[in-house]
């Protein structure tokens, strides 16, 4: 099962209409239950109780929202934005979604099929933006070779030995940024090996029904 992206939207406008699509209904089904169990008590004189029952219906109606909508909102935002690492954060941020492995993450309504895709356009993300973490660190390591080799080369005048110093100063600097990278690269195949793990999960869980 392949799904295919199309980048066409920008992370800012993917929350945007989350939130209008997801968030909107929420408070309304909140706090708008239990004020129509309040006027239908008034209106026709029953027992304040039905209020009361009213609130966590209000909230579990709010939570199923949220549960159904967010899952369909999501699989449509990463397949129209480039950075599905900047959308999840964003998301994260305004109060549209839990952080991806949340215990609340188990309470969404979605299918195994939609689950795959999800993992499937995860993958594909990572992995390319593994790539693109890759040719970063073949620029660096390039980069702080560079600056050494000019360092080792320099002659003993002032002003050469001047220069050396400030290359090396740079190479150091350009190390540094590659043990960020390497790093960062690290965490980037935890959570590749995870969602691989997880999407071979799924794979066997339809093949076994």
């Known amino acids: 099962m392949t799904t295919t992206r199309i980048p066409?939207?920008?992370?800012?406008?993917?929350i945007l209409w989350g939130l209008l699509w997801v968030n909107g209904p929420i408070f309304p089904l909140l706090f708008g239950v239990p004020i129509l169990a309040g006027i239908i008590v008034a209106s026709w004189q029953l027992s304040s109780v039905f209020i009361w029952i009213s609130i966590p219906v209000g909230f579990l109606t709010a939570w199923f929202w949220?549960?159904?909508?967010?899952p369909k909102w999501r699989l449509w935002a990463i397949t129209h934005v480039n950075d599905i690492s900047h959308l999840y954060r964003r998301a994260v941020e305004v109060g549209l979604m839990w952080p991806r492995g949340h215990f609340f993450e188990k309470t969404e309504i979605k299918s195994?099929?939609?689950?795959?895709?999800?993992?499937?356009?995860?993958?594909?993300?990572?992995?390319?933006?593994?790539?693109?973490?890759?040719?970063?660190?073949?620029k660096a390591v390039n980069t702080t070779s560079k600056e050494l080799r000019d360092c080792l080369a320099s002659p003993s005048e002032f002003f050469q030995r001047t220069q050396a110093a400030i290359n090396l100063r740079e190479a150091m600097i350009s190390a540094l940024i590659l043990q960020d990278h390497v790093a960062t690269s690290a965490h980037q195949e935890n959570g590749f090996v995870k969602l691989l793990t997880d999407y071979i999960r799924l794979l066997n869980k339809v093949g076994t029904t």
Request: no cysteine.
């Open 112 to 138: 195994t099929s939609h689950s795959i895709q999800e993992r499937e356009i995860e993958l594909i993300y990572l992995l390319d933006a593994t790539q693109d973490e890759l040719k970063v660190m073949s």
């Open 8 to 14: 066409r939207l920008t992370v800012g406008s993917a």
């Open 66 to 70: 949220w549960s159904w909508t967010l």
